[in-house]
């Protein structure tokens, strides 16, 4: 068996993975901040599964997502095209108000 050595100083800097606890607290606030930015009440059973929605999508998309977690404004884009409409639905809010909201909370 071959075994491949990464450079030991580039190893430090790979982040691992987070944890389910980590994601799901990070939607979480994700979403807190956002309807506040919206500046509209939300019922909290809408909000609990709009966090639902919004941590199963990170959750299959998550390799993706933590190869990128530097960069805000395509994590912004990725979340606009994949949670924005559900979650829109589900609210029964604007989805360009949402993504704007979600945007401007996020800082993408």
Known sequence: MIHIRINPAHEKHQSDYPTARKIRRACSNELYRTIKRLKQPILPNKVAEAEKIYYRKVILNLQWIHENHSNRKLLSDWWE????EE???????????LCDAFRNAFGG
């Open 81 to 84: 095209e994949n949670v924005s």
């Open 87 to 97: 979650i829109a639905a589900l609210w029964e809010v604007d989805r360009t108000r």
